[in-house]
């Protein structure tokens, strides 16, 4: 059973659109959020995190969006690039530290 | 400055060999270590975690194991491969709002 549901399995933008991946969670335990950024063959590497105390957290072009009551979070790539052609994941964790990860969304950057 | 090392990069190992891959951290004490497996086009699986020496749960029952020898060392085993082991490994450590991750090592089971 899949702890964290993650929305679109892949997405093409045109460069300098905005990409949006949607996740979404069950388990009123999780206290924090991250989002990871995975190049093929590479680990995935932390974007942005966020705690279920705030609502949107922004960092440079990322911005999560957090809905607590609907236990919902979002991940927004404002003014996508090439560069940002990766595979992402949403995760949340838990007080153990233990990281339940989303299926992860393929997402292509068009020139 | 803290760094995460593992290795070996890729193998290719044939069914029913052993395994052993090793992680090491560096530039911290006493971190939370974790085991997670990706499988081709995948999400990724957390395997094991430990929170100290000697301390290792377990997440997925398998025939892979995990020890801690060491505070900075996490280690990954299996006695007998199974072609199902095949996937991409990543060791992790704890840190802040999330995890820092080594390189992976990509294991191909023939």
């Known amino acids: 059973q899949q702890q964290v549901k993650q929305s679109p399995q892949s997405l093409i933008v045109q460069k300098g659109g905005i990409s949006i991946i949607n996740c979404a969670y069950e388990n009123t335990a999780f206290d924090y959020f991250p989002w990871y950024q995975q190049f093929p063959g590479k680990g995935p590497a932390l974007l942005i995190a966020?705690?279920?105390?705030?609502s949107e957290k922004k960092e440079g072009r990322f911005t999560i969006s957090f809905n607590k009551s609907a236990k919902q979070f979002s991940l927004h790539i404002m003014d996508s690039q090439p560069g940002d052609s990766a595979t992402y994941f949403c995760?949340?964790?838990?007080?153990?530290?233990?990281?339940?990860f989303g299926a992860g969304t393929q997402v292509v950057v068009t020139p | 400055s803290q760094t995460i090392h593992q290795w070996p990069a890729t193998l290719v190992q044939p069914v029913g060999s052993p395994l052993s891959l090793e992680c090491t951290v560096e530039?911290?004490?006493?971190?939370?270590l974790y085991w997670y497996r990706q499988a081709a086009g995948r999400g990724l699986q957390l395997l094991f975690y430990?929170?100290?020496?000697?301390?290792i749960s377990s997440e997925v029952p398998q025939n892979l194991s995990a020890s801690r020898p060491q505070d900075r060392q996490f280690i990954l085993s299996s006695k007998k491969l199974l072609l199902s082991d095949s996937g991409f490994y990543l060791c992790?450590?704890?840190?802040?709002?999330?995890?820092?991750f080594g390189s992976g090592t990509r294991l191909t089971v023939v």
């Open positions: 995760a949340a964790g838990d007080s153990w530290g233990k990281l339940q």
């Open positions: 530039g911290t004490s006493n971190p939370n």
């Open positions: 992790a450590w704890r840190t802040g709002l999330g995890y820092t």
């Open positions: 430990s929170v100290g020496i000697g301390q």
């Open positions: 966020i705690r279920p105390d705030v």
